[in-house]
């Protein structure tokens, strides 16, 4: 775990990753949520820790409130496409919460309408964690690794990184533990579907996890499971992640 932007200290811990880039995130009613500088310092975290990672599959998940609403902001701008598919929800959300969610989260686009280059789109409307996930993503799929996201802040870092460099799609696979129309339109702006769908309504990288032996399963279908005349197959991104 990576504490890249928590408002508060946060105790020292053996597992905890300590690269803070600031003390939270400001609010994108009244400006950019970081600024361009913080972003690209995020990013470059997030790529030394990926060349520092061993193994060769990264599994993203970002947590804190407001990420899921963040991450909509970031794909709406990017794939130029409408706000409320991907924050409408399927839990049976009072009107008028989704109403006053709408207002506050338009009003936050329109903020920031000049925000076109994927780097200004992050600092306006993301968040630390997705810069940190987005340099990850880079150096992951750089080396041929497998990607797994889960939620939608790493599904937007993912957007954010396939716009930065497109040969990054390959590498990224969709999980996630519950059900949202909202995530399944963000996936499926990158031509991708969710793997598990287990109704377990966390965001917290459960749902990558619990895809792990699926995976595993893949890989060894492709790579050793053959029929004795088949020719070899050139290794697609899940074989070389796994090889």
Known sequence: MVDCGVAEAVTPHARLVARKIAHGSRSVRLGPAMSVAQAHAGIRAGMELAEALPG????????GAGGFESGALVIARLAATDLRPLVQGGDASPADRVARLMVVLQTALERHRAATHPVEVLAALGGHEMSLMVGAMLVAASRRHLVVLDGMAACAAFHVATRLAPETR???????????????????LLDGGPMLELGLNSQDGTGAVLAWPL???AAALLAEVAEPDEAPRTAGPLQAAMA
Do not use: E, K, T
């Not at 990264?58 to 947590?63: H, W």
């Not at 696979?173 to 996936?187: E, I, K, N």
């Open 56 to 63: 060769n599959v990264l599994m993203c998940a970002g947590l």
């Open 170 to 188: 390959p590498y990224g696979l969709f999980c996630h533990s519950h059900g949202h129309p909202g995530l399944q339109r963000a996936q499926a």
């Open 215 to 217: 995976i595993r399963s």
